[in-house]
Each structure stands twice: as structure tokens, then as C-alpha cells.
């Protein structure tokens, strides 16, 4: 204890003094002059500066914390975590004027509020969400901040019911696999799986916990706040492709964007992926699919987009057909709903006798026994009319 | 403050893909030997695109975790890290000696970017090879009544894929520690479903040059060999396959020892490595000592 205040003296002594958060001191022919939003005291000696200090020690911690602990190597790991106890973010931006610059706030944490009362609310926990992430902050007697990290559905569950982890790297196994034990080729894929805590992290392994959750979303949000985030929109990312992923432009045949719009509802919804979309079809046409609420952005089609989408240009090449067999309206709707259900993640939901669903699999199972022939042609139409006789 | 980044291909179907990248980037971190240790995929998280906005140090070692020179080495790697000026020409390779260049990134412009050969054609992997013969039998000093096979995938795609093929079986010829080695590929002739008819030696150690256990190490090739009618239900190793007791070894890329390629790359780039060649030599090590 009182380190801090040592730190803080020295640190005010020389220099242009130290000043954070509404708080400054700083040294001159009279003394020290210290001021907080509610006072200003000056001409003061060593002795009375800290004992002017002891009255406003969260003050004194909270400059410590950011300045001695947390200090300026990284500036997207300081940013990140002033965001996370609500504390002003200045993201700077490229200081030559551009509009966009440091004033990106998303979150309205402008209205950042003073060091006490962001202190009253650190010591009973300040929690953020980030994608499926929750993170808490708390602050103990002396300014250090601790972070728990945990699943944000679970967010009441109590700790103990939580398997504990203190390594950063712990989160590459528990994003690997999804609830039901398969493996998610997306990290940002909407289905992390639960049942795990990180209680008791510093600000650093925080950073690095939530950077393999989601690898680069810290930078890529704190590029966007200094208004320097990259987006490359579909036209930019599929025209840089090679090789057997070339062939994505050709999908583009100047005749709008539908089906770019269809790959955004298909995989960037915010029930696909925790990721804002921010890229669109090109600088000048938006897409008409909504981007999602998501805490980061995605600044370009990812891998797995542009994998699909490789599958989807084939397919989307071939020319419509008109094939002749009859449903009943029930038969139709089941085909819907069997689309719903995989659409939606929801086949392993249905129960196996609930006959009412119509993408339960006895159902499922009776169309086919039904409208299959031994070749699997739904209504016994060949697909390629060439194989007809 | 120095970095290493590993970039490889990773899987959207396959966690097996990424899981060596991942192992060896854990043993450098662990040996200290950087400040930092990042992994970035073509397939997978952070993005290769995206990895450099990742790391804090200035001066970045980037070694790509591939078996040769080629399409991601010379093309996707360098477009995807948006290094600034790269030419191919820069490397000055005949398809095997690939070492490094020193650049920028647009993305990162205040950082400087070794970018470095890939690990397959490093000499310091023929070790790896002998080094994953030695896992598999159990024996550290396996070479006498043994031959090895060093399979690849073959040119279909790239001529540099069977070079680096060659390059490491004409090496572990000339320690003359095997009876017998030889080359072998998944595509063309010699092909690795002849397997037996290579050699003479009753016990054949076969180690794929692959950087991770997927389709072609799993199914295909033990398959090929005849080790296993199907693939799913497994295979012994040994295997009795013709006569021959062949030890397959899976993916070399899965050897700890892979470890120390990635540093070698690093260090010919110019890192300060400080003794964790050594260290990691021996951490890596599954096979027993000799006492004295």
C-alpha cells in the first residue's frame, strides 16, 4: 500500500505532472497543485499533497492503474479495457484532422462517468459483452482491477458450477468444439460453447483470453473507433482470389447484388456469426441484409464465405428446370419446415415422437419411404431430364 | 521486441489441420525464445490477412508451416499479408532454398517482416524425418535393418512438392544410417501403394512429408499401402503388409521436433534465439536416452 501514491508523486514532480480522468497534478514555483473535478488545492508541500491524495485515493489508484499497470505499450489492449469499465476511450485517431478519428463511439461511453462513481460501480462488478462473451471488472482496495471471463448465456450461473482456467491459451480448446461436440470451423461462429470461467484474469491475459475467442477483434474494433478500420467489401475480397477460388467472380454478372445479399442472410446473421458485418457489395451499393448488432466488426468476406460462396457459384450457374410431381399441402409444408429445421440448427431439438413436427425424422423417414424412388428422385422424377427413358 | 508468426493452411472440416501449428507455436512460447508467438491460417482464425494487426513487437518473424515452395509460399501468403514490394525473385530459389526477405506490410507499416522460407525445405527437417522414424519405432537409434520411406504428395500440383521430397531422402541416404531409403509418392511413380516392392528390408519405416494428419495421411495412404481395407477401422503399427512389417508414422508435420524447424527458419532470418535449438531438441524427445 502507498506505492501508488510514491509512483505518483515522483511522476507529478517532473514533467508536465500527470493528469487522467479528470484528475491532474502537476509541480510549479509554489508547490504542487492538485485538482479533481470537485476541488482544487495548490501551493502544497510533498506531505500536504499526499495527504490531500489520501482523500482522494480512487483518484490516485485509478491514474496508478492506467498509468503504471495497464501504460500505453499497447494501445488497443488500453483501449479495450477502458471500454470495458466504461471509462473514456480515447482512440486518438491519426491526429491530422480526419472526422472520423477518436469520435467513432459507438457505445455513447463519451458520457464516461467521474472516477468515484465508476469506482462504486467497479466494486460491486462492471460487465460487457463482447460477441458471446461476458466480461466483469472489479476493482479491490487498491485500484487493481480483476476480470472475470465466462459465457454470456451464463451469465447468473453461479461460479462454482463453472469450470475454472487461468490460462489464456485454455480458451483454443473450449473454442474448438460447439455444445453438442463439433467443430467449429468459425470462431466467431454463434455457437461457443458453456460451462467454463476464466474468475480471475490481469488486464493482459484478458486481452489475450478474448483474442483467442476471437481472434483480431480487439484491433479490428479499436481500428474502427479511430475510423481506420480496412473494409474490403465483396467486390474487393473475391477480386484479390486465385486459384480455385477464382472462380467467385464470375458469379458477378452485372446484374445487382440478390445474390450476395442471399451468402450476408446465409451466413452473417447475427445468429451465424457475432461479428458486424460492415463489408458490403462494393464502396458505393450496400447490401440490403442487415449487418447485425455485434460488439466488433468484420471488415471482409471470411474464409469460410468464400468457400461457400466457391460452392455457390457452381450451383448458381446451372439454369432452372420444371419438374412435374404432386405434394399434398402438408408434404409441401414439411419440405419447408425440414428446411427450417436444418436452416436453423433446430434437427437434434425435435424430439423423436413428436409427430407434429414436420422435420421430426419419423416424418421425415414416411416422405421418403413414400415419395423417394429407388434412386432417391423425390415424386420419381429424375433429376437431369436426359435421364428420363 | 521480436515476434514469430506461423502462418499455415488450417481446415473448416478438420480440427486435426491446425492442431500441430498450434503445438509447435506452444513449445517456442515456452522455450522464450520471442516476445510473442502468433499463428494465422488461410482456413482459420486470425486470417493470415489478419494476423499482423495481432502482434506487438516491431520486428516479425513470419515462417510459413508448408511442405514447399510454391502457390501459398510465393502467391497467397505474401497478397495476404500485404507485403510491400514482394517478388519471388527475391528468395533467389531453385525451388529449395528459399531462406528469407526482409519487407514491410501495408497493414502494419511501422513493423518490419522476415518472411521466411517454408519449413519443408529446410535441411534441419531431414532431422525431423529420422526424428519421427525414431518416435514410431520407439527406438532412438533405429537405422540398422530398417529402410525408410519419405512420401509426398508428387507434382501433380507443383514440381517443388516432389523436390523437397528428393532433397530429404537423398539426405537420410547419405547419413547412411538406413538400409535402404527411398522416395515415394501419393500421384506418380514410384508410387507409395507399391510400397513393398521398394525394399528389401523386412521392416519399413514410412513417414509422410505433410505438415498435418488429415485426408491424405489418415485414409488415403494407409489405405494405399494395404495396411487397412478401411480406413475407419484403424490399422497396427507395425503392420504386416507382403512380408514387411511396415511402420507407419502419420504427418511428419506432427513431430514435436517440427518445433525446431520453425526456429531455424527464424534464426536464418536473423532472430535472437539465444540456446532454444537445444532445449527444444530435447523437449521434443519421445524416445528414451541412452544411459551414458
Redesign the interface.
Known sequence: MGHHLDALVDAAATGDGVSLDGFSVVHDDAGFRLETPDSTLSGLTEGGLREALADCDDYATNWYFWSEVVGESSPQRRAFLRWVEGASVDAGGDGDGDEAGGDNDVDGDNDAASVPERYDALRDGVSREWGQLLVTVTVDDHGERSYELRHADEADADRDDLDPYHEPLAARQLATYDEKGRYRPLKTGNNLAGGWVFPDLDGRDLVETVETFYPASVPNWYRERRGELDVAHWEDAIGRQTGMYSVVKTWNRGDGHEHVNWVAEACCDDSQCVKRREWQYDDETDLDVDGGDGAFPCREPCSVVIAASRKWTRLEGEETQTYEFELTPSEKEQVEDIIEAVADDRTDDIREADVYEGANRYRARFLRAKLFDDESNLGGVPTDASDDE | MQALVIVAHG?????DSSAPT?DHA?TVREVGAFDEVRTGF??????I???L??V?ADEVYVVPLFISEG?FTE??IP?ELRLEGWDVADWDSDGLSASHVTLTAT?VPEKTIHYCGPVGTHAAMTDVLVRRAETVTGDPNVGEGFGLAVVGHGTERNENSAKAIEYHADRIREMDRFDEVQALYMDEEPEVDDVTDYFDSEDVVVVPLFIADGFHTQEDIPEDMGLTDDYRTGYDVPAEVDGHRLWYAGAVGTEGLMADVVLERAADAGADIGNSLEVVRERTRKTPQEAN
Open positions: 481446415s473448416h472440416l478438420n480440427p498450434y506452444d488461410w482456413k482459420e482464425e486470425p486470417s490477412r489478419e494476423v494487426r495481432t506487438e502457390y502467391q497467397v497478397r497493414d
